[in-house]
C-alpha cells in the first residue's frame, strides 16, 4: 500500500520534490481508499497549505517543530527511552528486520525514524501494516495532539497515519506523554537541557532490556526477539 509511504514521505523535510509531488500523492491517497472522506479532506487542506506556503518558510518551521523540539522527534524510540543506552539495543533490533526484509538503509537516519518506519511498513500485507503501525499508535497520538497545539498542518498527516492502524490510542498512555510535554517551542536554554547527551560517562549498570520497544517490535511479522549483539 501507498498510502503510508506516502504519509511518511510527506512527514520529510520539505523540498521541491515535495511541491511537484503533492498533487500526485494526493491523487494516490484518493485512490487507495485505505483513508476515510474526512481525513481525505482534511490531508486536502493541508496540502493546500502546504502548496501556499513559500519553501523556506516551510523548511524554517520543519526545522523548528521536529529538529528543535525533542517532544517532536520523529525518532520512535526517543519517545521511550530518550538518548538512553537502551535505545541503542531497540535500534540494533529493528535494524535487524528491515534487513531480515531485505531492505537496506541509505539515508543517515536511524532506523526509528517515523518516514523510514513507514516505509518498511508498506511493504507489509494490509492487515500486518495495519498492526504493525498499531504498534506506535500511542506515540503517533502524542505527536498529533502536540502538533494541534502548535496549530500546525503536521498534525492531520499524524492522524491519517493513526487512522490506518485501525485502533483507538490508549488515552491514559497519551496523557501521560502529555503531561511530559505539550509540544511548546522551546527557548534555547530549555533546547540544550533537553538535547544533553545521558548518562555518557555513567559507569553505573543499566538495563540493556527494551520492555516497551521489544513490545511494538514484537508485533512486526518476522521479529522474534532473540537477536542481541
Not at 479532506?41 to 516551510?58: G, M, V
Amino acid at each position: 500500500m501507498r498510502t503510508l509511504k506516502i504519509l511518511g514521505f510527506l512527514l520529510t523535510y520539505p523540498d521541491a520534490d515535495h511541491v511537484q509531488a503533492m498533487d500526485q500523492c494526493m491523487n494516490i491517497l484518493t485512490s487507495e481508499k485505505w483513508l476515510s472522506a474526512v481525513t481525505l479532506q482534511k490531508l486536502f487542506q493541508a496540502s493546500e497549505i502546504f502548496k501556499k506556503t513559500d519553501l523556506l518558510d516551510l523548511q524554517e518551521e520543519y526545522v523548528s517543530l521536529f529538529d528543535r523540539t525533542p517532544s517532536l522527534s520523529l525518532h520512535l524510540f526517543e519517545h521511550i527511552h530518550g538518548d538512553s543506552r537502551d535505545r541503542g539495543q531497540a535500534l540494533f533490533d529493528l535494524l535487524k528486520v528491515y534487513e531480515e526484509a531485505n531492505l537496506f538503509i541509505n539515508t543517515e537516519e536511524m532506523p526509528d525514524y517515523l518516514p523510514l518506519f513507514t516505509e518498511y511498513v508498506a511493504t507489509l500485507p494490509p492487515r500486518q501494516a495495519s498492526e504493525t503501525m498499531g504498534s506506535v499508535v500511542n506515540i503517533l497520538s502524542s505527536l498529533a495532539e502536540r502538533l494541534k497545539n502548535r496549530d500546525s498542518f503536521y498534525a492531520t498527516i499524524l492522524e491519517a497515519l493513526i487512522e490506518t492502524t485501525g485502533r483507538v490510542p490508549d488515552p491514559q498512555a497519551v496523557e501521560s506523554y502529555l503531561k511530559q510535554s505539550s509540544g511548546k517551542a522551546l527557548g534555547f536554554d530549555e533546547m540544550d537541557k533537553e538535547w544533553e547527551e545521558q548518562f555518557a560517562f555513567d559507569n553505573s549498570a543499566q538495563s540493556t532490556a527494551c520492555p516497551k520497544a521489544e513490545e511494538m517490535l514484537a508485533r512486526i511479522p518476522g521479529y522474534n526477539g532473540q537477536e542481541r549483539v
